[in-house]
């Protein structure tokens, strides 16, 4: 089964507004990742947070982990039309921490 | 930086052909990666390269794939015969370091026939 599963898996919400992702994950980690993914495109790295970390702003991201509930969020804040992708959590084990297990991913779609 | 660079960006075969798909990680990763991604079962990771060295190919699906990194500057994945099943994007990634974000390719769009 999936490491990191994503809720939800489709968003659809009007631009200017704020989108809120959120990962689940089962086993400890080293670290998790969220990509993006414009539609027929490789993945774009977003930011990484580490299990010693509980939150980490970039631009109009924030990012939070809990490790006790093993899940986190990413929120973006603000959205744009050209915000408007798939977005995947990836989590690093700890063992092996290099290898990064993705998630099946949000559609999100900003309408303008 | 060109980034991950992977050739062809298409490729549309018969089946039991012999497939081809070639990367050229970002200079100076030492880490080099192969995924599958289909709609069905997402994105899968068919095997990881450190220093050119194959340090996990649990997720090769079968012996029909091999892969292999000659220099640090390019690595192929190779299916052979290729089958229908086969069809998806495969995408190749690089990162420096553990535990780092990884860099990927636009993606090789197969489709076998």
């Known amino acids: 089964s999936q490491q990191g599963e994503e809720d939800p898996q489709a968003l659809s919400i009007q631009e200017g507004e704020n989108a809120t992702m959120n990962c689940s994950y089962k086993?400890?980690?080293?670290?998790l990742q969220w990509y993006r993914q414009n539609s027929g495109r490789g993945l774009v790295h977003l930011i990484l947070?580490?299990?010693?970390?509980r939150e980490k702003h970039s631009g109009r991201l924030r990012v939070t982990l809990d490790t006790s509930k093993k899940s986190s969020s990413l929120l973006i804040t603000a959205s744009r039309a050209a915000d408007t992708a798939s977005y995947f959590c990836?989590?690093?084990?700890?063992?092996?921490?290099?290898?990064?297990?993705f998630g099946q991913g949000t559609r999100l779609t900003i309408n303008p | 930086d060109a980034g991950v660079i992977q050739s062809p960006r298409h490729e549309v075969t018969e089946m039991g052909q012999e497939v081809t798909l070639r990367c050229k990680p970002i200079?100076?990763?030492?880490?080099l990666f192969w995924y599958r991604q289909t709609m069905m079962r997402g994105l899968e990771l068919l095997i990881y390269?450190?220093?050119?060295?194959?340090?996990?190919d649990s997720g090769m699906p079968e012996d029909r794939f091999s892969a292999k990194m000659p220099n640090a500057s390019f690595s192929t994945l190779k299916i052979q015969p290729s089958e229908p099943r086969d069809s998806a994007v495969y995408f190749c990634?690089?990162?420096?370091?553990?535990?780092?974000?990884?860099?990927f390719g636009p993606g090789t769009r197969l489709t076998v026939t």
């Open positions: 200079s100076g990763h030492d880490y």
């Open positions: 990836a989590t690093g084990l700890i063992q092996g921490a290099q290898k990064l297990v």
């Open positions: 086993t400890s980690i080293n670290n």
């Open positions: 390269f450190n220093n050119n060295v194959p340090i996990d």
């Open positions: 990634a690089s990162s420096q370091g553990t535990g780092a974000e990884q860099y």
């Open positions: 947070i580490r299990s010693n970390e």
